[in-house]
């Protein structure tokens, strides 16, 4: 079994899969072979039945979070018993995505490698979380969240030009953290995303308002640091993800907003919309493969939503009767 995961893996890498995805496959696949060896004595691919898979999503779906590891040694460093959702029930979205890195990983032993007579994932189904409204940040929220980031210093002025250029532009925090600034095009408003989730270059625009937020930050970037990039931390290095995050989170605590990045890039293809955009050129500036994958990603409107869009676009509003 420890094998075909890391023969899988070489195969995944020469794919050029990013980082993210590698990682979610072996995590998710040390995790169930760790599961099988445990509970039916198990370490080879070809013994792995359905009934296994199925026992291991009921599993999962009793456990809590963070309860498991594959290496001992790593709860001395990452200590998961002290986060708040320690032990906590694992969404259907997570476990949705541990049964497809299991069916890749299988269909790639049975399809390419051909050490499987019968594919124990081919008659499992795929499991559907329920899709949760995620709903608008309101202006006052975004404006409280705003004021809580300190633009007297290094780090806070760095935070809210971010979380304005993430509304603004509904790029990813891993493209925005990744932005140096000789890609930016301030005649054309435009910012070349170089390397983004699908391989794929592509341009976000920026609107009046942030063209001047990042000229004035240009100016305050290039007196404390001379870092090739346009958002890094005090000593120059690249701003991690999970640093941002923790910084907005900890802003939007303050005030009682539940925010985070993602949810940043999530405000924008909705006001976009909601203020007369369309899917094929949001489609675009997300970087998703087609207009259906941003309607797939992007339907979830409230109904309040819904009537503050009717309002802007009815028929009788709009027709001269």
């Known amino acids: 079994m420890e094998l075909q995961i890391d023969n899988f893996m070489l195969y995944c890498s020469s794919k050029n899969l990013s980082q993210k995805t590698l990682r979610s496959y072996e995590q998710t696949l040390r995790l169930f072979s760790h599961y099988l060896e445990n509970e039916f004595q198990i370490d080879e ?15 999962l779906r009793e456990r809590g979070k963070y309860t498991v590891v594959t290496n ?41 490698e051909h050490e499987l007579k019968i594919n124990p994932v081919k008659n499992i189904e795929n499991i559907k979380p329920e899709r949760k409204q995620k709903p608008l ?18 780090h806070g002025f760095r935070n809210w030009v971010v ?8 790029m990813r925090i891993s493209e925005c953290l990744g932005i140096k600034p000789e890609i930016i095009d301030f005649k054309n408003k435009a910012i070349l995303i170089e390397n983004p989730k699908n ?18 930050w240009l100016k305050y970037h290039d007196r404390f640091s001379n870092s090739d990039f346009l958002f890094p931390t005090i000593r120059g290095t690249q701003l991690e993800i999970r640093n941002f995050e ?10 009682g907003v539940n925010i985070h990045p993602h949810q940043l890039r999530n405000n924008f293809a909705k006001y976009y919309l909601l ?17 259906e994958v941003t309607q797939k990603a992007y339907l979830d409107f409230t109904d309040k939503e819904i009537s503050v869009k009717y309002q802007k676009h009815s028929p009788l509003t709009n027709l001269k009767i």
Not at 163 to 170: E, I, V
Not at 275 to 291: E, F, K, M, T
């Open 45 to 59: 691919v070809g013994k792995v039945k359905s009934a296994h898979i199925r026992h291991y999503i009921k599993y």
């Open 246 to 255: 923790k910084s907005i989170r900890e802003a939007g605590k303050k005030v």
């Open 275 to 291: 203020n007369g955009g369309d899917w094929v050129s949001l489609s675009r500036i997300l970087g998703h493969s087609s207009a």
């Open 199 to 216: 391989k794929q270059q592509r341009y976000v625009y920026f609107s009046f308002k942030m063209s001047n937020d990042l000229k004035r």
């Open 72 to 112: 001992d040694g790593s709860l001395n460093v990452n200590h998961p018993s002290n986060r708040h959702d320690y032990k906590k029930p694992i969404s259907d979205t997570t476990i949705s995505n541990y049964l497809r890195n299991i069916k890749v990983f299988f269909n790639y032993l049975h399809n390419v």
């Open 137 to 154: 940040l309101s202006s006052e929220d975004m404006v409280k969240v705003l004021r809580k980031f300190d633009t007297t210093t290094f």
């Open 163 to 170: 979380t304005r250029l993430l509304l603004d532009t509904g």
